[in-house]
């Protein structure tokens, strides 16, 4: 009962009460924007994990040993393998790409589309044209982004070139072919939107020489002037692939897996790199920035405690007397200590209340408020060439949010201590005496 007068003001108290309302203010402000960052810098990890997995696997495995023409087989033996949900063979190669008077460098996937199908991201994220009978299409999907730059749409043609073409006596000659554009995808995320373009299997593998042509067993030597006909028909074509993508049910067991995929029987000789290895820089780099980012926004919190402190060492000076009329009342050093402890610590659980409610509305709307402040401002926040993704994303972790509330209540009361402590230590007669 006694707290709660404290932190009613009267007109004579009015500005110590202005300061517990401005400690209490920058107890929410620091709560509220600790709970916003880390969601933000959570939904960042989140998004990018979900974007790069989605589309590229768990784990790449590259042929070693002999050419890679039993990657069907491959394929079937590692969905065999416990925890692989699935996985694909592709075709990849750099080429570069022209349209409409603009050109620039992307990287060709060759897929069917038994294989797009359980790519899920990419399958389902054409804005334009679609995946429909892929496997005859004989075009090409690129993301949008890639579109805009080289000026195409469904419809028009793409002129892709491979410097490592055919061989001649002069050297190697550029390979250029166009394809029709099929399908228009936005997966969201710059890199994959401007950089990727996906093609049938089959003209993938034709455009980058990946198909082995060999005698059909038995078959003697052909006659020089053999005709087109008697050399297709002694001839076998044996189509090989670049890699298998494998998915794998928990991305963070690459360690477990790796072993298992390793062992699988039925499985060639593989080199196996995991998501983590590729991307280890990356991710490395979001841990440390999320760290710094906590431990630096923290200190807004501890600053609010510092203010609690001073709050209440004036509140202390100003009720001196009627400390010393509670303690000839009777009140104990204890009780006088509890006083003032739950005067600070109910400034900070209204602060981290406040805080904690402001935290969660702004991180559940943290990217309608971006295009908001952008299309009122009429400047790009969070510009994607710069952060990867298209939109603002955000996801809250409940054991962060209870971090946070834990760390700001335990300063708020932390800082209640040594202004209680020297309110339970005034002599009541001396304080009469100079009151």
Same mark, same amino acid.
């Given at each position: 009962m006694i707290a709660g007068r404290y932190l009613r003001a009267?007109?004579?108290e009015a500005f110590i009460s202005v300061i517990a309302s401005l400690t209490m203010v920058g107890v929410a402000i620091g709560v509220a924007t600790l709970? $916003? $960052?880390m969601s933000v810098m959570n939904g960042f990890r989140g998004e990018l994990l979900d974007k790069i997995l989605?589309?590229?696997g768990h784990f790449t495995a590259y042929p070693i040993e002999s050419q890679f023409t039993d990657y069907r087989e491959t394929v079937a033996a590692l969905e065999q393998v416990d925890g692989v949900s699935f996985a694909v063979y592709f075709v990849e190669g750099q080429v570069l790409a022209s349209g409409r008077g603009s050109s620039t460098g992307v990287s060709v996937r060759g897929m069917d589309e038994e294989n797009l199908k359980k790519l899920d991201l990419l399958y389902n994220s054409?804005?334009?044209g679609g995946f429909d009978q892929w496997d005859d299409s004989k075009g090409v999907a690129i993301g949008y982004r890639l579109a805009q730059t080289l000026g195409v749409g469904i419809g028009d043609s793409v002129q892709i070139i491979n410097p490592d073409g055919a061989m001649t006596p002069f050297g190697s000659t550029p390979q250029i072919r166009s394809y029709p554009v099929n399908a228009i995808y936005n997966l969201g995320m710059v890199e994959f939107d401007s950089f990727f373009m996906y093609m049938p299997l089959e003209p993938a593998q034709d455009y980058f020489r990946m198909v082995d042509e060999v005698l059909?067993?038995?078959q003697a030597q052909l006659d020089p002037l053999a005709s087109d006909e008697e050399i297709d028909a002694a001839y076998m074509r044996i189509p090989r692939a670049s890699a298998v993508e494998v998915f794998i049910d928990d991305p963070d067991e690459v360690g477990i897996m790796r072993q298992r995929l390793q062992s699988a029987p039925g499985v060639r000789p593989l080199v196996l790199t995991d998501w983590q290895q590729r991307n280890e820089t990356f991710f490395s780099a979001l841990q440390v920035e999320r760290v710094v980012m906590f431990t630096i926004l923290s200190m807004i919190i501890l600053v609010a405690a510092f203010n609690i402190i001073s709050s209440l060492i004036m509140l202390v000076k100003d009720k001196g007397a009627d400390i010393a009329v509670l303690r000839t009342m009777g009140a104990t050093?204890?009780?006088?200590?509890r006083i003032f402890s739950i005067t600070g610590?109910?400034?900070g659980f209204i602060g981290t209340a406040v805080g904690t409610g402001l935290g969660l509305i702004v991180a559940a709307n943290a990217e309608a408020l971006r295009a908001s402040i952008s299309n009122l401002l009429g400047v790009t926040l969070f510009p994607p060439e710069v952060f990867f993704l298209s939109s603002l994303p955000s996801r809250t972790d409940p054991m962060e949010v209870t971090v946070v509330v834990g760390m700001? *209540?335990? *300063?708020?009361?932390l800082a209640t201590l040594y202004p209680a402590w020297r309110a339970a230590q005034y002599d009541p007669v001396e304080a009469l005496r100079y009151e």
């Open positions: 009267r007109r004579k709970i $916003v $960052v989605g589309l590229n054409a804005e334009q059909k067993p038995g050093r204890g009780a006088i200590m610590t109910t400034i700001a *209540l335990g *300063l708020s009361f």
